[in-house]
Nanobody, 123 residues
């Protein structure tokens, strides 16, 4: 049984930092990603990683967020710096056992999902 458990959300001031983590169990995940969603909006891809080397970021977070994967722990980490109020959302970890050909930020491509962790950035 596959399980993804996300953690690390919280409330920070504009310009602050947070670190999200997602631990996978059940199977080793070749492709992992973080998505986010706010009420009334579609889920948005934030960053994705394939085989721990190919990484893709959404333009809105490029240069501020850093994605990394600890293969030994099947854990995905997202370091978020220079946070802005528009980064406020529920953040969801997603994963797939397949090694994607591209670092997809399309939520339809992912099979497994975590429960979400909330990030609030106040101005």
């Amino acid at each position: 049984q596959v399980q993804l458990v996300g953690s690390g959300g919280g409330s920070v001031q504009d310009g602050g930092s947070l670190r999200l983590s997602c631990v996978g169990s059940g199977y080793y995940m070749e492709t992992m990603a973080w998505f986010r969603q706010t009420p009334g909006k579609e889920r948005e891809g934030v960053a994705a990683i394939v085989c721990s080397v190919r990484i893709n970021y959404a333009p809105s977070v490029q240069g501020r967020f850093t994605l990394s994967k600890d293969n030994s722990k099947n854990t995905l980490n997202l370091e978020m710096t220079s946070l802005k109020p528009e980064d406020s959302a529920w953040y969801y970890c997603a994963a797939d056992r397949a090694q994607f050909l591209s670092t997809s930020l399309n939520d339809d491509d992912y099979r497994y999902w975590g429960q979400g962790t909330r990030v609030t950035v106040s101005s």
